[in-house]
């Protein structure tokens, strides 16, 4: 049997990993300044997380949510304290995309409406009312082709008070992430996310705030959304959130009532997922990992301003944009297979960096001095 071909792969295989850092079959050592899409949160095989899974597996691994999972109410407790929503309420899923896919849907129950409000280069997931919440027209199936999606134009705070005044009756929902990552790293501004909460109040609809790769402490503060003092209905999370496991979920404010069968999920939440997640907020509690985020944030971003050729340096914290002068757009591919570092794209020339949260100076200089060479 042959693998379904839809991933350009490069051709190294990775065989472990510890902090930073990953080697291949061949022994060859990398610095990993991506993380797999955002998902390494706390390092590579981080002894407090592989104690946590251990354990727990030598415990149980799985049983379905038809049981009680003390696990669960362990993991929200530790939400709400690194947050500061404990008043909201917490399901679990499997993935960034599950996670928006219940919360666009249950933005649609809460209201009795079905329009959702996207904006363009959004990206929220590959399920099927998230890829129709997707400005990336060639990944979205015809069957997944809605008109109760709507696109409109990102930070464009006249274009969407002009579609409420319009529509509002009929919108659920407006989602949005707080960073588009896909999208390019491209920040909502403050005024934009206070423009959605005033807006989402005045019409009764819900605002969602995607944080599955722009949430969990990798801005500085828990939620990149935070930053514009608003808070949101729904937030969606993913990828940091288990270091690796996969597991999901969403923070729902008290005003949103649970009813039984509204939700479901046969893996979401499971005792070896939890056991991910707790780990994941532990280390990030014990070991300050938001302000060293902030702290490593401003450093690469400060030393790659300085860089010739490297232009519109943007982020916050330890998920950074810019973009290499024309005649270095193979740079990626340079620090990759000349320099052994793994970094990240976004179409069509930005570089995207979106290392552990315990990253340190002495690998942010070794890609800052990468990148010099490079240009020199």
């Not at 659920?172 to 790293?185: C, D």
Request: aromatic share 10%.
């Amino acid at each position: 049997m042959k693998l379904f071909d839809v991933y350009p792969i490069n051709d190294i295989t990775i065989t472990r990993g510890q902090g930073s850092w990953v080697w291949d079959d061949k022994d060859n050592k990398y610095l990993d300044f991506y993380g797999g899409h955002a998902v390494i949160s706390i390092g590579h095989t981080h002894p407090h997380y592989v104690h946590r899974l251990t354990e727990q597996l030598n415990h149980i691994g799985f049983y379905s949510n038809s049981i009680r999972i003390p696990q669960q109410q362990q993991l929200a407790d530790l939400l709400g304290k690194a947050t500061g929503l404990d008043d909201y309420q917490l399901f679990l899923c499997n993935s960034g995309a599950e996670a928006n896919e219940n919360a666009m849907k249950l933005a649609s129950f809460h209201t009795g409406r079905s329009k959702i409000i996207a904006f363009s280069k959004s990206f929220h997931g590959r399920t099927s009312l998230a890829v129709a919440a997707t400005d990336t027209p060639s990944i979205v199936a015809p069957v997944n082709k809605t008109d109760n999606v709507v696109f409109l134009e990102f930070n464009n705070a006249a274009t969407l008070v002009e579609y409420f005044q319009k529509h509002g009756d009929q919108i659920a929902g407006v989602i949005i992430e707080g960073i588009q990552g896909v999208g390019g790293i491209n920040l909502a501004s403050d005024e934009f996310l206070q423009a959605i909460r005033i807006l989402c109040d005045q019409y009764g609809a819900i605002f969602i705030a995607d944080s599955v790769q722009c949430g969990y402490g990798r801005t500085g503060k828990f939620f990149s959304h935070d930053f514009s003092g608003v808070k949101a209905d729904i937030y969606s999370m993913a990828k940091g959130m288990g270091n690796g496991f996969p597991i999901g979920g969403i923070i729902i404010a008290p005003h949103i009532a649970p009813k039984y069968g509204m939700l479901g999920t046969t893996f979401g939440g499971n005792h070896l997922a939890c056991a991910a997640a707790i780990a994941v907020l532990e280390v990030m509690q014990s070991e300050s990992l938001m302000d060293n985020a902030s702290s490593m944030g401003e450093y690469l971003q400060a030393h790659l301003s300085q860089i010739p050729h490297i232009h519109n340096v943007r982020g916050r914290g330890l998920m950074i944009g810019f973009e290499p002068a024309e005649p270095f757009g193979d740079m990626r591919k340079r620090l990759l297979n000349e320099c052994r570092i793994f970094t990240g794209e976004a179409k069509p020339n930005t570089i995207r960096l979106l290392p552990a949260l315990n990253i340190g100076k002495d690998e942010a200089d070794v890609l800052l001095d990468a990148i010099r060479k490079i240009v020199a």
